[in-house]
């Protein structure tokens, strides 16, 4: 069973920055290296939305509108994890950011890591 824990998230000030990681373990047949990777957030009362995702080699990424310049999504095959570079937060990017690994009709979901941008 995959299972994906995140970290790196916690209370910033806006225009601050903060590096969200994803650790997966528990693949069974298939490498990390095959999963398309991507991270997910929902803020109170709002839909969970896809913020950036990246190919299996990383040679391939894509980002929310409201992100893009600001995020960077990146991964480490070799440490089976997945990163998100997070810079001039806004108070807007306050929510519960998740990581997600695909791979043709299977997902996984990590369980949810906090990240509040306030003064």
Known sequence: QVQLVESGGGLVQPGGSLRLSCAASG???FTFSVYRM???RQAPGKERELVAGIT???GGTNYADSVKGRFTISRDNAKNTVYLQMNSLKPGDTAVYYCRATLGPSGYWGQGTQVTVSS
């Open 56 to 58: 299996g080699d990383g």
């Open 27 to 29: 693949f069974s047949g």
């Open 38 to 40: 991507s991270w997910h």
